[in-house]
């Protein structure tokens, strides 16, 4: 069982930073593959980044590809995103999830984290 806490969200300008964090208890981090989604109002929630188990694969929506990094530390049970470059249509609720599935669909992931709202103003 995995149990994510996601942080790091916030209002930011257009063109600015922000960095999220998803952090993970439970002892099946290091072999669970790990992934962002986001949903804006009124919209479905759509796929952002996935990472593998190790950190060696990594996979992006056309929509973020080159502003958005996906990254993770095992040792410390946290998966994060780096988010550069922002835009306005950037601004939603991102969601952690992690499942055993390297996988860009929402319905493979087994863990959900209860998401960060990301606004960025024009």
């Known amino acids: 069982q995995v149990q994510l806490v996601e942080s790091g969200g916030g209002l930011v300008q257009a063109g600015g930073s922000l960095r999220l964090s998803c952090a993970a208890s439970?002892?099946?981090?290091?072999?669970?593959?790990m992934a962002w989604f986001r949903q804006a109002p009124g919209k479905e929630r759509e796929f952002v980044a996935v990472?593998?188990?190790?950190?060696?694969?990594?996979g992006y929506a056309d929509a973020v590809k080159g502003r958005f990094t996906i990254s993770r530390d095992n040792a410390k049970n946290t998966v994060y995103l780096q988010m550069n470059s922002l835009k306005p249509e950037d601004t939603a609720v991102y969601y952690c999830?992690?499942?055993?599935?390297?996988?860009?669909?929402?319905?493979?992931?087994?863990?959900w984290g209860q998401g960060t709202q990301v606004t960025v103003s024009s």
């Open positions: 999830a992690g499942g055993p599935y390297f996988s860009a669909r929402a319905d493979s992931a087994q863990y």
């Open positions: 439970g002892r099946t981090f290091s072999t669970t593959h």
């Open positions: 990472i593998s188990s190790r950190g060696g694969s990594t």
